[in-house]
């Protein structure tokens, strides 16, 4: 073969090469290593894009809320969506002068989450017990004067010093309420032992709930069993259950709503159908 023929077929080759090369890249473009993290915009159940207004009962901020939510000087009442009435539920808190224990927005918000029209009330920020119970009866006044609520079905839920206090409402207005849950009641430097020397006007059952080491401050898991015993003694209806040790002081498991909280739920649903 001549050399001029074998040049003009390497040249054929070379270009049918090219071509081929050619065709083969454009077909598909390269990708960065991150591009798979973005190619989907569907949600694992395939309805697209979740955008604000799809937020749920439970969910982040970052939608209007299914809830009423009402704040005033500290207090909030909070009424779940849908049409009333609803059952009523007040929520006291625990704390100590300008320190409060307890989520009163949290607590309020569950509340409502649930089902309850709530009122969390705010009481005056003092050392002294003096004038808390006034408190917690203008807080009734308030839950009892909101237009949704159904006075028929109510319920009293109090931790620490607030625990101490709905034991107490419970027994001034024993008429109002079909159950109390008591978490964790303090002593009131006395004032619960006084308490319980007569506790005949209770009509309500009451749960009673505390953690197992919860003896830091007061030893809160006796006050538990002082306040048991003295309503079983009185025919009274108690519930009573002590959680596992909760961190290192087991009065923190109620500062916000956690694992004690389905049984505060179930025992309301079980009293306030």
């Known amino acids: ?103 009163l927005e949290g607590t309020c918000r569950a509340l409502a989450e649930a089902g309850y029209l709530a009122y969390a009330k705010k009481r005056r920020e003092t050392t002294s017990l003096a004038g808390h119970l006034d408190d917690v009866l203008a807080g009734v ?4 004067g909101v237009p949704d609520v159904d006075d028929t079905r109510l319920g009293v839920l109090g931790f620490s010093r607030g625990g101490l206090l709905s034991l107490q409402l419970a027994l001034a207005r024993p008429d109002l309420w079909d159950a109390v849950v008591l978490m964790a009641p303090a002593p009131g430097n006395g004032a619960m032992g006084q308490t319980l020397e007569d506790v005949s006007a209770l009509a309500a059952p009451v749960l009673l709930l505390v953690s197992e080491n919860d003896t830091f401050q007061s030893n809160h898991v006796q006050i538990n069993l002082d306040v048991e015993a003295a309503l079983l003694a009185a025919g009274k209806e108690v519930e009573a259950i002590v959680y596992p040790p909760f961190a290192d002081d087991g009065h923190t498991l109620f500062f916000e709503v956690g694992d004690y909280w389905p049984d505060v739920l179930s025992f309301l649903s079980e009293h306030i159908p």
């Open 141 to 144: 006044d308030t839950l009892l």
């Open 1 to 103: 073969m001549k050399a001029s023929s074998l040049f003009s077929l390497v040249l054929v080759a070379l270009s049918f090469s090219a071509l081929i090369l050619t065709v083969g890249c454009s077909s598909a473009s390269p990708r960065s290593p991150g591009d798979d993290a973005g190619a989907q915009d569907d949600d694992d159940t395939g309805n697209g894009d979740v955008t604000a207004d799809d937020d749920d009962i439970g969910d982040d901020d970052s939608g209007p809320s299914p809830l009423s939510v009402e704040e005033s000087g500290g207090s909030y009442l909070c009424t779940p969506k849908g049409s009333g009435p609803y059952p009523g539920v007040l929520y006291n808190h625990g704390g100590l002068g300008d320190v409060v224990g307890g989520d």
